[in-house]
């Protein structure tokens, strides 16, 4: 992917697919890195917030390597992956069953998972909208969602030690240890993500109650939380 260019609709999509085929054998390594290992503790907290009995049913949308997966495991529950980066799956390090589709066009019944979790992959898709529809549709009546993303500090200190970091340190740590353009992508893909009311308002839209917006680290994450209505 060109680092300049952001990008839209079926461009997107192959690009950002390439884009993790070709960064997925160290994308572990880099996260972990360029997170300081916070990564580790965001999922924890996302599986803990979802708050769902042992033995749920919940699918990780764009798993990526399966961090979530293990995190589900760990805490009892039955995940599925599902990622479309042939890349990722293949570097994945989980027990749980994986699937290679598309996350807007779910090969998932109506009404038959628990959860749904999904991370630092919302800014990736090509439609929001889409997305939310198909969450709501494969969920059961009071299934539980734990969406993360990046996100920007309010405060303008940490805002602007942050802007610096993520714009010009990560880059650099991610050319030296895997692909320049994909790293020089990342932080420019921020701008994919609408504003936070958007994203609230999209997901009580397909009905979505109880939708909260968790600040993690300062602000530098977000987490989405929400329950399908009954
Ligand atoms: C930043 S990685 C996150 C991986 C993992 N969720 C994590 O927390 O480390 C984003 C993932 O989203 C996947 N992805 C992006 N768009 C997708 C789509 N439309 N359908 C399925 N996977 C998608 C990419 O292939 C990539 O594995």
């Known amino acids: 992917m060109h680092s300049d260019e952001l990008p839209q609709g079926d461009e997107k999509s192959a690009a950002v697919e390439h884009m993790f085929d070709q960064i997925a054998p160290r994308y572990d390594l880099v996260n972990r890195l360029m997170t300081f290992r916070m990564d580790v503790g965001w ?10 009995p ?10 990526g390597t399966g961090d979530f997966c293990n995190d589900l495991l760990r805490y009892g529950l039955d995940p599925i992956g599902l990622d479309f980066s042939a890349g990722m799956l293949e570097a994945a390090k989980t027990d749980a069953p994986l699937i290679r589709a598309d996350a807007l066009r779910l090969p998932i019944p109506s009404n038959s998972v628990d959860g749904v979790t999904c991370g630092f992959a919302l800014r990736n898709f090509t439609n929001l909208d889409e997305f939310f529809a198909e969450i709501s549709r494969v969920l059961k009546p009071g299934g ?87």
């Open 144 to 230: 539980r969602i734990g969406l993360l993303d990046v996100a920007q500090p309010s405060n303008p200190l940490l805002r602007l030690g942050h802007s610096f970091y993520f714009g010009k340190v990560v880059p650099k740590i991610g050319a030296l240890m895997s692909d320049r353009n994909a790293y020089k992508y990342l932080p420019k893909s921020v701008q994919y993500l609408p504003e936070t009311q958007q994203l609230l308002s999209g997901l009580r839209s397909v009905g979505f109650s109880d939708v909260n917006r968790v600040l993690l680290s300062g602000g530098i994450t977000q987490l989405f939380l929400g329950s399908l209505l009954d």
């Open 43 to 52: 999922r924890r907290r996302t599986v803990k917030a979802l708050d769902l």
């Open 54 to 63: 042992a033995g749920s049913t919940v699918l990780d949308l764009a798993c």
